[in-house]
């Protein structure tokens, strides 16, 4: 006989010998085994802590890489504009003026011309459609304009802030604006910055050196924004004011506008700020981008925006 088939006779005789009272306990086993194989309460609830606690230490890190992509899409819109300001004054031999109106100050209220420095640009951001269809004699606020003044730019829109459009939806938004003046004052002619009323200004009429002075910043809108067309507070700022003064809700992904402070007017413009952690960031005059911390001196931060002040700005700040 085959070994293996003897073998397994034998196991068939031995098996048929076994009582049923021993099998069904061997069965009993079995399924007792199984049971005890399971997790018990106390164990799923120490997995379930510990993924918590992980998900926990993830979490802020995650945001602060979404914060960093943010960012460095911001910087982008600003190296555009930046670039867009210098092919603008290659083709017209000086910077465009900050706000094309009769005459000055500027008062941030929808009536006169107010056509922005941002409307000036738009053929150099690749927007030629929203710049064939803007009447720049007619002015900003008129109705034949008012298409035109709805359109939501995306350069013009910095990623942390998430809105794009003002309260009633008349007015397209912008994150970015003009550099005036080196304190509060209103918009007009005799201003120190680089855009301000009617202004030409070429790159040799920067004294401090366009690495030195501020020509567009980040900011957040007011309550009542008139957009990114008109030539108001709108599009302008100052630094007369620390950075980011004006943001009590700093780091407010999504935010409303703000409000104005008390006492301020139709002349009063208001400072830089951003919804990024520390400060905001800064196109300077020779195109590159910088981030510019809420700390800054005072007269530094001053002297960054004002073209032609005398300051030796020779370290690297």
Known sequence: MNPLTH???EVITAARRVPESHA?????RIR????KSGF???ELLVVIAIIGVLVGLLLPAVQAAREAARRMSCQNNLAQLGLASHNFEFSH??????????????????????VSFLVQLLRYIEQQGIADNFDVDAGTYAAKNAPARQQ?????????YGRSTNEDQSAGLSNYAGCHHHEEVPIDADNSGLLFLN????YGEIYDGSSNTILIGEILPFVNSLGWASGTRATLRNTGHRINVHNPRLGGYGQAELELPPGADQLWVGGFGSNHPGGAQFCF???SVRFLSETIDPDLYANLANRADGAMMGRDW
């Open 7 to 9: 073998f397994r006779s």
């Open 24 to 28: 069904r306990c061997f069965c009993y």
């Open 32 to 35: 007792f085994r199984r049971i």
């Open 40 to 42: 018990t309460l106390v």
């Open 93 to 114: 031999e000086h910077l465009a003026a900050g706000v094309i109106n009769p005459d000055g100050p500027i008062r941030s209220e929808p009536v006169g011309q107010h």
């Open 152 to 160: 939501i730019i995306g350069t013009l829109i910095c990623p942390s």
């Open 199 to 202: 202004s030409r200004i070429r």
């Open 285 to 287: 005059a020779d195109g």
